[in-house]
């Protein structure tokens, strides 16, 4: 999957001790080009990890290790995983979705938030459920509408997150066992640092 950087600066650099437990799913209420604008701008104070377009086109805002700022204010959460007293942006992932709550998601809006979703499941070893992978108004009930007015796009989501089958090397290369050593090191000095 081509994923383009837009980096924001909208971050905190780590996660204090926390680690991915869950997906948190956004809807941008706007543009994919007005998202990287509104999250480029230092005084908007917002990031995600992840926009994904209309077009299926992903951007990333802010490096996974590192903590997104979208979903910090809580407000009558319904999701039964969050932590009490301690941000969501810490233990979360931020995937926002180009359109309106009342849009109609795009086929290939579906399929490249569905390949990011079981990616980034299988990296940080998050199940592939309800209860790992939620609307933003579970956690901020000031929202009702995000991801969608139709509630049924999240269990859409995590059945075909769940039916693809994950990519595997079947013959890994010496690169591929690099690239998973720097990835390991990376997790490491994050959590030293």
Same mark, same amino acid.
């Given at each position: 999957m081509n994923i383009i950087q837009k980096k924001s600066p909208n971050f905190w650099v780590g996660r204090k001790g926390y680690r991915p437990e869950a @997906?948190? *799913?956004?809807?941008?209420? $706007?543009?994919?080009? $007005?998202?990287?604008?509104w999250f480029a701008n230092p005084a908007s104070q917002v990031s995600a990890h992840y926009g994904i377009g209309k077009n299926g086109e992903v951007h990333q805002y802010v490096q996974e290790n590192d903590s997104a700022w979208h979903a910090g204010r809580v407000d009558a959460p319904v999701w039964k995983l969050t932590k009490p007293n301690i941000n969501p942006n810490l233990y979360t992932i931020g995937i926002e979705h180009e359109g309106k709550p009342d849009d109609v998601w795009t086929d290939a809006m579906k399929q490249s938030s569905v390949a990011m979703i079981r990616d980034i499941c299988q990296r940080w070893q998050i199940p592939i459920d309800?209860?790992?992978i939620i609307g933003h108004?579970? *956690?901020?009930?000031?929202?009702?509408?995000?991801?969608?007015?139709?509630?049924?796009?999240?269990?859409?989501?995590?059945?075909?997150?769940?039916?693809?089958?994950p990519s595997a090397t079947p013959n890994p290369t010496v690169e591929d066992g690099v690239r998973k050593?720097?990835? $390991?090191?990376? *997790?490491?000095?994050? @959590?030293?640092?």
């Amino acid at each position: 999957m081509n994923i383009i950087q837009k980096k924001s600066p909208n971050f905190w650099v780590g996660r204090k001790g926390y680690r991915p437990e869950a @997906i948190v *799913i956004h809807i941008m209420d $706007g543009t994919l080009s $007005g998202t990287d604008s509104w999250f480029a701008n230092p005084a908007s104070q917002v990031s995600a990890h992840y926009g994904i377009g209309k077009n299926g086109e992903v951007h990333q805002y802010v490096q996974e290790n590192d903590s997104a700022w979208h979903a910090g204010r809580v407000d009558a959460p319904v999701w039964k995983l969050t932590k009490p007293n301690i941000n969501p942006n810490l233990y979360t992932i931020g995937i926002e979705h180009e359109g309106k709550p009342d849009d109609v998601w795009t086929d290939a809006m579906k399929q490249s938030s569905v390949a990011m979703i079981r990616d980034i499941c299988q990296r940080w070893q998050i199940p592939i459920d309800r209860d790992h992978i939620i609307g933003h108004f579970e *956690i901020y009930s000031k929202k009702p509408n995000c991801p969608a007015t139709n509630k049924r796009i999240l269990d859409e989501l995590v059945s075909l997150a769940g039916q693809q089958a994950p990519s595997a090397t079947p013959n890994p290369t010496v690169e591929d066992g690099v690239r998973k050593i720097e990835e $390991g090191l990376a *997790i490491i000095k994050q @959590i030293i640092y």
